[in-house]
């Protein structure tokens, strides 16, 4: 009985040996067959560790003068060997995936740099004024559609930026070189809310733009500027009028019944004065010259010597001037005068029969010019 019992111990002891044998010899195997895993998933985690040192590089510099301070130097050299050797590897193994990898870090970068700020387009309508906005939360404005023959330059435009519908859209003053594409704008998109002056004009350009309105049934709201007036568009966006102020002889000028938009950004704005001239000049500085401070400034009427007074250019005191402008159009723009004005400044001056369409990202710290059309 004893012996018997012995045996079915030493039986058990054994069939529990060569178990453990046969589970380490099935543990080899499998550690044998996972090594190529886990190498394939080193390379992964290399990988992951490179692109996680490219995007806090790409964070700025702050973070990374932090973590100098905390992280010894030798593992930070590690790190980065290793993303280097992960990134050797996939380029001899892999040269798409490692261009997909490195076109993926790029584009994200750019597509940031388009979601982060204000942009904003002057676009090349010859003698004539049109400028887009598109807010950092991509809300639209289309300021000014230049003449009848602009339609198919701000259409193109437009259509490249994939803008269907402009939540805003400002005449600036009823004059054919500003309103000019209007009627087709309103008729072919979708328009949240107009705005212009309380000015009219007698030409059917600007009836038949009435009549647009009217026809789509568009919100449109007749305003005059001044220190309380603005415009809702994006919430990180301040969209003031600051031009014409009720009770203001304008005499019957057109030109100075402009709206004058002051766009802000943060720290970053744009003053963008349609036609005013230095009538309305003066009457801006005398309600508050505080106001008018800018980094952009769209120079008043293509440049004209009627418009950009000296006491208006220092109190906006601009860092970058545009002027939209035709090249050897009729009227002499820009005029020598306002040119000799400018060179006296240090300001940077784009022109549009010069560069083609201009345009800018205002990030709420500085402005950027993006890109230029014409070289
Ligand atoms: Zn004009």
């Not at 261009?99 to 003698?127: K, P, R």
């Not at 800018?294 to 440049?303: F, M, P, S």
């Not at 400018?342 to 022109?351: C, E, F, I, P, T």
Request: a negative charge; proline letters at 2%; aromatic letters at 6%.
């Amino acid at each position: 009985m004893e012996e018997k019992e012995r045996k079915k111990k030493k039986d058990k002891a054994e069939n529990k040996a060569d178990n453990k044998k046969n589970k380490h010899k099935k543990d080899k195997q499998s550690e044998k067959e996972k090594k190529h895993a886990d190498e394939n998933k080193k390379t992964k985690t290399e990988l992951d560790a490179g692109a996680a040192n490219i995007e806090k590089n790409a964070e700025g510099d702050k973070s990374s003068e932090e973590d100098s301070g905390r992280k010894p130097d030798i593992i930070k050299r590690m790190i980065i060997a290793a993303a280097a050797i992960a990134l050797g590897l996939l380029f001899v193994f892999d040269p798409e995936l490692f261009y997909s990898f490195i076109g993926s870090i790029e584009s994200g970068a750019e597509e940031e740099m388009h979601q982060s700020g204000l942009y904003a387009a002057f676009i090349d309508v010859g003698q004539g004024d049109s400028i887009l906005l598109v807010s950092p939360n991509g809300k639209t404005m289309l300021i000014d559609e230049g003449t009848t023959d602009s339609f198919n330059s701000i259409e193109s435009f437009l259509n490249e930026k994939e803008i269907k519908k402009l939540d805003a859209v400002i005449a600036t003053h009823p004059h054919s070189d500003h309103i000019g594409s209007m009627k087709r704008i309103i008729d072919d998109y979708s328009v949240g809310r107009f705005y212009m002056p309380e000015a009219v004009n007698t030409t059917t350009t600007f009836d038949k733009l009435l009549s647009s309105l009217e026809r789509k049934k568009v919100k449109t709201k007749a305003i005059w500027g001044g220190k309380e007036t603005s415009i809702s568009w994006d919430d990180e966006v301040e969209v003031r009028v600051l031009s014409p102020i009720k009770g203001n002889d304008y005499q019957q000028n057109l030109n100075d019944m402009s709206l004058v938009v002051k766009v802000t950004y943060g720290e970053t704005s744009l003053l963008l004065t349609g036609d005013a001239e230095k009538t309305a000049e003066a009457i801006m500085l005398k309600n508050d010259a505080g106001l008018l401070k800018a980094n952009v400034l769209k120079l008043g009427h293509h440049g004209s010597s009627t418009s950009s007074s000296k006491a208006f250019l220092d109190a906006v005191s601009p860092d970058i001037v545009v002027i939209s402008v035709g090249a050897n159009n009729d009227y002499g723009h820009p005029h020598k005068e306002t040119m000799e004005r400018l060179s006296k400044m240090d300001v940077k001056v784009y022109r549009t029969d010069k560069l083609g369409t201009v345009c800018m990202m205002l990030d709420g710290k500085e402005v950027k010019l993006l890109d230029i059309s014409k070289k």
